[in-house]
């Protein structure tokens, strides 16, 4: 199974991601900002990013720049899940190196496909 760090500045959506995820086996890593995020990749690495796109000080989408940049994170696949669902924020996410794109509400079963299309 996957090794997958989720970041959103939404304790429920981080409870969320997390009990679906473990219940299908992965190995889930919270963080609630891109700072936060950024010194978990350092320290570690991971297969899957599941980043939100709306959080204070630094957005997803410059988290994804700068995750894969670094050493750990170069090689991570990165999901944005987000309540955007413009074309434009969605090619923004994609220019970034954003892999997929998952609307808030999200169906768990949504979210279970999507990472097992990833692993």
Avoid: R
Avoid at 27 to 53: R, W
Avoid at 60 to 88: A, D, F, R, Y
């Amino acid at each position: 199974m996957a090794k997958i760090l989720t970041v959103d500045d939404a304790p429920a959506v981080l409870k969320i991601l997390n009990l679906v995820l473990t219940t299908e086996g992965h190995e889930v890593t919270a963080a609630t900002n891109g700072t936060e995020a950024l010194q978990k990749i350092e320290n570690s690495s991971f297969d899957i990013g599941i980043f939100d796109v709306n959080m204070p000080g630094m957005t997803g989408i410059e988290l994804t720049e700068k995750t894969l940049k670094t050493e750990n994170g170069k090689s991570m696949k990165i999901v944005m899940l987000t309540t955007e669902s413009s074309e434009e924020m969605k090619n923004k996410g994609k220019a970034a190196g954003a892999v997929g794109w998952l609307v808030k509400p999200f169906a768990n079963e949504s979210l279970i496909k999507l990472i097992s299309q990833l692993v």
